[in-house]
T-cell receptor
Framework: KAGVTQTPRYLIKTRGQQVTLSCSPI?????VSWYQQTPGQGLQFLFE???????NKGNFPGRFSGRQFSNSRSEMNVSTLELGDSALYLC??????????????FGSGTRLTVV | QQPVQSPQAVILREGEDAVINCSSS?????VHWYRQKHGEAPVFLMI?????EQKGHEKISASFNEKKQQSSLYLTASQLSYSGTYFC??????????FGTGTRLQVFP
């Protein structure tokens, strides 16, 4: 079966612009989480969605937002990009609540570079 | 608060064993372990749901000490394919899956 699909794979944006990243979870998975990965900070939790509802949010500024659609696909948006937003953004989906059934399956990520 | 893993890095010869520890300052409900190879996405290894639980598949196993808020990952008779960065990830009172600081493991022939 298809894995978690993230698009685009690579993105270069200019400071001040905004960006939208997309994530298609594994079919049947209703939980989608987003993480930011950088060499210095590791994997940082952004937010989690379950059945179109945001369950929780990490310690990121309001410029970071997301949503989940009825088909479980999710998008995250970053407005007014800063150089420090350059990172690998990972999406993960799980079959059950909180990954209790079989953990989370990650997508390959979107590499965002802000110049 | 981010769980702390130790050691930060491990270098092994094929066939050697390693233990990776993960500690949290907060109460834990469950522990996940993931492995990420360079340039790839993290891959789920296992989840431990109860204090005292131990799990394993093949030569990789883990334990979860709920009272001490710790988990350990055991790699025995390491293989080249075990190389990568290992992360613990904890569900606790914050109701978020928080990843640990990571442990880089390198296995050489």
């Amino acid at each position: 079966k298809a894995g978690v699909t993230q698009t685009p794979r690579y993105l270069i944006k200019t400071r001040g612009q905004q960006v939208t990243l997309s994530c298609s979870p594994i079919s049947g998975h209703r939980s989608v989480s987003w993480y930011q990965q950088t060499p210095g900070q590791g994997l940082q939790f952004l937010f989690e969605y379950f059945s179109e509802t945001q369950r929780n949010k990490g310690n990121f500024p309001g410029r970071f937002s997301g949503r989940q659609f009825s088909n479980s696909r999710s998008e995250m948006n970053v407005s007014t990009l800063e150089l420090g937003d350059s990172a690998l953004y990972l999406c993960a989906s799980s079959l059950g609540d909180r990954g209790l059934v079989a953990g989370y399956t990650f997508g390959s990520g979107t590499r965002l570079t802000v110049v | 608060q981010q769980p702390v893993q130790s050691p930060q890095a491990v270098i092994l010869r094929e066939g050697e064993d390693a233990v990776i520890n993960c500690s949290s300052s907060k109460a834990l409900y469950s522990v996940h372990w993931y492995r990420q190879k360079h340039g790839e996405a993290p891959v789920f290894l296992m989840i431990l749901l109860k204090g005292g639980e131990q799990k394993g598949h093949e030569k990789i196993s883990a334990s979860f000490n709920e009272k001490k808020q710790q988990s350990s990952l055991y790699l025995t008779a390491s293989q080249l394919s075990y190389s990568g960065t290992y992360f613990c990830a904890l569900w606790g009172t914050t109701d978020k899956l928080i990843f640990g600081t990571g442990t880089r493991l390198q296995v050489f022939p």
